[in-house]
């Protein structure tokens, strides 16, 4: 009787945990600073896209989160796109681990020197450096 009891009470700690790693994540999404550097990244994707001139594409990825929330937040993002890569990637989403793998052919003009420009200029944004090379907040 005992350990279950003590079972439920981890089972509980972990969920409140996660939740509250859900609230920190959620608070640092609301920032400003974030929202403008999640905007700068991506017209510099499509920026270095247009550059690129994909001619063709195919492939697919799979992708799984735990967390049903989240799952719903990527899959809102991947909605935006998908209408134009619906024939050419096939993406395949999963509830239950968490993992990411996928095997994609892309066929176009891709330039070293587009690629150079796009990691310059991101390198160049503050909030994108801070991010990515000490590891967000908590320097992971």
């Known amino acids: 009787m005992r350990d279950t009891i003590n079972k439920w009470i981890d089972f509980f700690r972990d969920k409140v945990r996660s939740l509250k790693e859900i609230q920190v994540l959620l608070k640092e ?3 400003d600073e974030t929202r403008e550097m999640i905007a ?3 017209m510099e994707g499509l920026r270095f ?3 690129c001139r994909i001619r063709k594409a195919k492939g697919s990825i799979y992708f799984s ?3 049903p929330a989240t799952m719903g937040q990527v899959l809102e993002g991947v909605a935006l796109v998908y209408p134009f890569i619906q024939d050419k990637i096939t993406l ?3 509830f239950g681990d968490s993992y990411y793998y ?3 052919r892309l066929e176009g003009k891709i330039r070293l020197i587009h690629l150079l420009i796009l990691l310059i200029r991101l390198l160049r944004n503050r909030a994108f450096r801070r991010l990515v090379l000490k590891g967000g907040k908590h320097g992971k």
């Open 92 to 94: 395949v989403p999963e």
């Open 49 to 51: 896209l247009k550059t």
């Open 29 to 31: 999404l609301g920032k």
């Open 65 to 67: 989160i735990e967390d």
């Open 102 to 104: 996928g095997d994609i």
């Open 40 to 42: 700068f990244v991506l």
